[in-house]
């Protein structure tokens, strides 16, 4: 379902596996990120009729955070300060100006991060399983979610404009793929 040009870097799951504690505390900004994204998106004009799911989005990534600080707190990790995505921010910075360019690429920069963290999930729920069970079942459970996210909000752009959401995904996928390409030393998920 997923339609990412390039793989996730090799060196990405060992980075991720030797600090867990750290990868813990940046999911908790991410999620917590996410769901004031949802209730930004609301700002524009063209997504006043989905005002109802975007909150329904917010809601689900706020509980997502507070299922992340609970895992926080029942391990003794301090919720500590957040890292910037240079993932993030690269695709943040083409997102265009002009209501009906900027919500088409807002809305595909959201389903992007969702779909990455879907993938993401994915992988840890496997790999964790004979390092941290407990933490592979968590992850498990939140592939669903952040697949379903980022099918809504590609769906929420087509319903805006269908062609230009094709010719803005085909720039987008060019650059997430440069981008993903670029080191990283942190242990973050993005
Ligand atoms: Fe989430
Ligand atoms: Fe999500």
Redesign the pocket.
Known sequence: MLLFREKIPADWLPKILSDLQAVLVDHAHL?RK?ATTALNLEKYRDLFPRVADLNAIAI??LQ?FQLVLDLLKQRGIPFGQAHPSHWISGLMRSVRSGSRPQVIDHLICCAFIEGR?CEKFQILSRELLSIDRELAGFYAG?VE??GNHYATYLLMARAIDDAETDRRLDFYLELDARLIREPNPLPMLH
């Open positions: 999620e996410a689900e990534e997502h963290s939140l979610s952040e």
